[in-house]
């Protein structure tokens, strides 16, 4: 093993130690049975899972935006509660919370930059079918996500049963360490069929915690189970995302399986925001298509 990878296995067993020697003192100490996690080492799925799993803990909440962009929610709850005494809480059930734009909007970014493309109004199933065709298609819908995680909405699509996905995504758009998983984004009522889930979280809605790949499934999943034989899995309810959620139930119509491998649309940049970031990067990269609100680009007509 290289000495880079020892010393990254290490500190992620020292992190362990210390977020489950907290955790633990933390349950004997607070008088409660709920467990909420910020800061940018909670973006640490490993870790989350076991300072929820081997503790007491019943109920786990890890902040979406759990590095410092999250401060701008802490300070609107701040004055929420505190200065504005309102007693209400809001739970925070997704992390939609970026800008949106409209398919007007999108049409004419569309035609600024002189693209062929196509109106849809079943693009659920047609970005379904070319994902089982070992396309991958940018997923470009509604509101972005808050916090560093793409949750379907500013996301690369692609077949989670593909033996070499990874290596192609990070061939033909990615460009990144090959060892870096890619997440199986699953029906949330699915979920327990195909992974080892001890305690439920609301954190794998937001692709925070891990969990082991059962034996039986693990290989009709290959590109999205880690070496260690877990995944970080986003978990997709129909009330919070219903088209993300009508997706992948298309998917697992075609092929069996109630999962999309998903990872953000970005090559080597911040993730995209707007429909001329997602035009941008499609063209540059080996996208093979891109869904842009209710319109779909193929590549092949637009070289």
């Not at 004055?79 to 925070?92: A, F, S, V, Y």
Request: negative net charge; proline residues 5%.
């Amino acid at each position: 093993m290289e000495s880079h990878e020892d010393i990254a296995a290490s500190l992620q067993m020292i992190t362990d130690k210390v977020m489950l020697h907290m955790a633990k003192h933390l349950y004997e100490n607070a008088g409660s049975e709920n467990l909420c996690l910020a800061g940018g080492v909670t973006l640490n799925c490993v870790t989350n899972k076991i300072a929820f799993e081997e503790t007491p803990f019943v109920n786990l909440f890890v902040q979406p935006a759990a590095h410092d962009a999250g401060t701008a929610l802490g300070a609107a709850f701040f004055i929420w509660n505190h200065l504005l005494d309102n007693e209400q809480r809001q739970p925070m059930t997704h992390a939609y919370l970026g800008p949106s734009f409209t398919d007007a909007e999108i049409e004419a970014e569309l035609q600024a930059h002189g693209l062929s493309y196509k109106h849809t109004d079943q693009v659920e199933r047609e970005v379904a079918d070319l994902i089982s065709q070992n396309n991958i298609v940018g997923f470009f819908q509604d509101r972005m996500e808050i916090g560093p995680r793409a949750l379907g909405n500013r996301s690369l699509l692609a077949d989670p049963r593909h033996p070499d996905m990874r290596e192609i995504l990070n061939r033909k758009v990615k460009h990144r360490e090959y060892f870096r998983p890619l997440v199986p984004s699953i029906l949330y009522e699915q979920a327990k069929n195909w992974f080892h889930i001890e305690k439920e979280t609301s954190a794998a809605d937001f692709m925070l915690i891990a969990y082991p790949a059962k034996e039986s499934r693990k290989d009709k999943i290959p590109a999205v189970v880690h070496v260690d034989g877990t995944s970080r899995i986003q978990t997709v309810k129909k009330d919070t995302n219903p088209r993300y959620h009508k997706l992948i139930s298309e998917f697992y119509r075609i092929s069996g399986v109630p999962i999309v491998l998903n990872t953000s649309f970005n090559d080597s940049e911040p993730i995209v925001c707007t429909p001329k970031d997602a035009i941008n990067t499609f063209l540059k990269t080996g996208i093979d298509y891109l869904a842009l609100g209710d319109f779909i680009v193929d590549k092949a007509n637009n070289r």
